[in-house]
């Protein structure tokens, strides 16, 4: 009976919130919980003095796609995509992909 006083007296906190433009849900199925984690796909939108191309080849390169994947996809030539890229990496002043992958998350 003392347990069950000393149960009912605790507070409970209030559930913990993602940061950000994370959304997380909880999911019961079959006797487990199962968490989940979303967020905004990034795409080139997050830079404004890119052209409409330019926006779609960093929407590619944040996804994983290669030059040359970029180039079929597009029906250009990998160096034109060579070009492209080197492009944009000036225009935002980054030097790698993951440079661009962080620049990305920064300005969200």
Excluded: C, W, Y
């Excluded at 080849?57 to 996809?73: H, Q, T, W, Y």
């Excluded at 890229?85 to 000036?90: C, E, G, K, L, P």
């Amino acid at each position: 009976m003392a347990t069950r006083r000393a149960r009912d007296r605790t507070t409970r906190s209030p559930p913990l919130q993602p940061p950000g433009d994370l959304h997380a849900a909880s999911l019961r199925i079959g006797g487990e919980t199962l968490f989940v984690l979303s967020q905004p796909v990034l795409d080139g939108r997050s830079f404004p003095d890119l052209t409409a191309a330019e926006a779609n080849i960093v929407a590619a390169l944040l996804s994983g796609l290669s030059n040359a994947e970029i180039a079929r996809a597009r029906r250009r030539s990998v160096r034109t995509i060579g070009n492209q890229v080197a492009s944009i990496f000036r225009k935002l002043g980054v030097a790698s992909r993951a440079e661009l992958l962080a620049a990305s998350f920064r300005d969200t």
